[in-house]
């Protein structure tokens, strides 16, 4: 398989996951009282819709041959191969109950994910130093997107939308 290949392939293996997400994550975290009320479905899903883009794009990046985007993709494998653990297979055992995203985090994002980080080595697009601040640049960009995507999100529902969070317009 080519790099190219494998990284269309992990993109799209991250959307298969976020679809996942987005179909069941909402109700599953409606009925834990520990997750509930903090995101509202549609922003969530806005949320999701746009990391997905943001996959597309720094993959683009990456099959063009540049450096930066390899980096950052091996540093997004990085990120979604501890997401695969802590919080999907994490909640899974917590909760006793199938947490959304587990299976396929776990089966199709998690050996996509060592894939893509063995073919940056492989390739020479990567180094361990690299990886390593990839994979903390990737996740501290997450951890400010998130709540700014979900932010975003609540903003188009209501005024895009001109629904609130309950529904009633």
């Given at each position: 398989m080519t790099p190219a290949?494998?990284?269309?392939?992990?993109?799209?293996?991250?959307?298969?996951?976020?679809?996942?997400?987005?179909?069941?994550?909402?109700?599953?975290?409606?009925?834990?009282?520990?997750?509930?009320?903090?995101?509202?479905?549609?922003?969530?899903?806005?949320?999701?819709v746009m990391l997905t883009a943001v996959v597309y794009g720094i993959v683009a990046f990456a099959v063009a041959g540049s450096q930066h985007g390899s980096e950052l993709l091996a540093g997004l494998a990085v990120v979604m191969t501890v997401n695969a653990v802590v919080p999907h297979l994490a909640l899974t055992l917590a909760f006793r109950r199938y947490a959304p995203?587990?299976?396929?985090?776990?089966?199709?994002?998690?050996?996509?994910?060592?894939?893509?980080?063995?073919?940056?080595?492989?390739?020479?697009?990567?180094?361990?130093?690299?990886?390593?601040?990839?994979?903390?640049?990737?996740a501290v960009a997450l951890l400010v997107a998130i709540p700014l995507l979900f932010s975003t999100g609540r903003f188009v529902e209501r005024h895009v939308f001109g629904v609130s969070a309950s529904g009633a317009t």
């Open positions: 290949a494998l990284y269309w392939l992990f993109a799209l293996a991250i959307t298969v996951h976020n679809i996942e997400e987005g179909l069941f994550l909402p109700s599953y975290a409606g009925a834990k009282s520990r997750l509930s009320g903090r995101v509202t479905p549609f922003a969530f899903r806005f949320a999701l995203g587990t299976g396929t985090a776990l089966c199709i994002v998690l050996p996509l994910s060592l894939l893509v980080v063995i073919n940056g080595f492989a390739t020479g697009m990567i180094t361990g130093g690299s990886l390593l601040i990839a994979a903390v640049v990737v």
